[in-house]
C-alpha cells in the first residue's frame, strides 16, 4: 500500500515527526512544506475548536484531507494555565518568550504550590470534507516537576512528571513517550480511524 498523504495544520516539525511515528502508512505535510500560507488565529475557547479553526482553514486552502492537532499543559493549581494559550504563555506586546524562558516562568508561578498535578491534553481533528469530520481528545495525568529535567522532547515536556513513571516527558524515549503521552493515546486512536476510513481517503 503506497503510503497516504495527509496535510497537518501545523508549522512544527517536532509534531510533524512525532505524529508521523504513531500514523504508520501516512505521510504528513506542513503547509510551509507547499508554501501555503498558515497561521489561523486560533481564539477557540477549547484544545477542540482550536485544532477545529487549524483544519478548517487548511482545508479551506488544500481541498484534501487535514490533520489538525491542538495541544496544550493544563496545571490544577494555575486555574488551567497555561492550557489553550500553552504555545503562547507568556508572551507580550509581540515578543515571543523562548521555550527555556516559559518553562522558568512556569516553575516560578509554581513555587511554593502543594498540589503540583498537571496533565497534557491533545485535540486531534480529521477533516475530509466540510460535512465529514472526526474529533479526538486524549489526556496524561502527572505533575510538575520543581526543575528541569531531562534532554529529550520539546516544550514543557522537561517540567512535566508522567504519571506511574517517575521521569518527566523530556527524559522518555521515543517509544516510552509515544506509549504514555497524550499525542500517543490520540494518535492511536486516530491510526485506528484512519485505517477504517481508508477508502474515503483515497
Do not use: W
Not at 486555574?79 to 522558568?104: C, F, M, V, W
Amino acid at each position: 500500500m503506497h503510503d497516504l498523504k495527509i496535510y497537518f495544520a501545523s508549522s512544527n516539525e517536532h509534531k510533524k515527526q512525532e505524529m508521523m511515528r504513531l500514523l504508520d502508512g501516512v505521510v504528513l505535510t506542513l503547509p510551509k512544506e507547499e508554501s501555503i500560507s498558515f497561521d489561523p488565529v486560533e481564539d477557540g475557547n477549547s484544545f477542540i475548536e482550536n485544532a477545529l479553526i487549524k483544519a478548517k482553514d487548511l482545508y479551506s486552502k488544500v481541498k484534501a484531507p487535514v490533520i489538525a492537532d491542538d495541544s496544550g499543559l493544563v496545571v490544577d493549581a494555575l486555574d488551567g494555565r497555561p492550557g489553550i494559550h500553552t504555545s503562547r504563555y507568556g508572551d507580550e506586546n509581540g515578543k515571543k518568550l523562548l521555550q527555556i524562558e516559559k518553562n522558568a516562568k512556569l516553575l516560578d508561578e509554581m513555587k511554593g504550590k502543594t498540589n503540583r498535578s498537571a496533565r497534557f491534553v491533545c485535540a486531534l481533528v480529521l477533516m475530509l470534507s466540510n460535512e465529514q469530520i472526526y474529533i479526538i481528545e486524549e489526556a496524561v495525568e502527572g505533575f510538575i516537576s520543581d526543575s528541569v529535567r531531562g534532554e529529550h522532547g520539546f516544550g514543557y515536556d522537561p517540567l512535566f512528571l508522567v504519571e506511574n513513571t517517575n521521569k518527566s516527558a523530556a527524559e522518555l524515549s521515543d517509544r516510552e513517550k509515544d506509549s504514555y503521552s497524550h499525542r500517543g493515546r490520540a494518535a492511536r486512536k486516530m491510526a485506528l480511524l484512519i485505517k477504517a476510513l481508508k477508502e474515503d481517503l483515497k
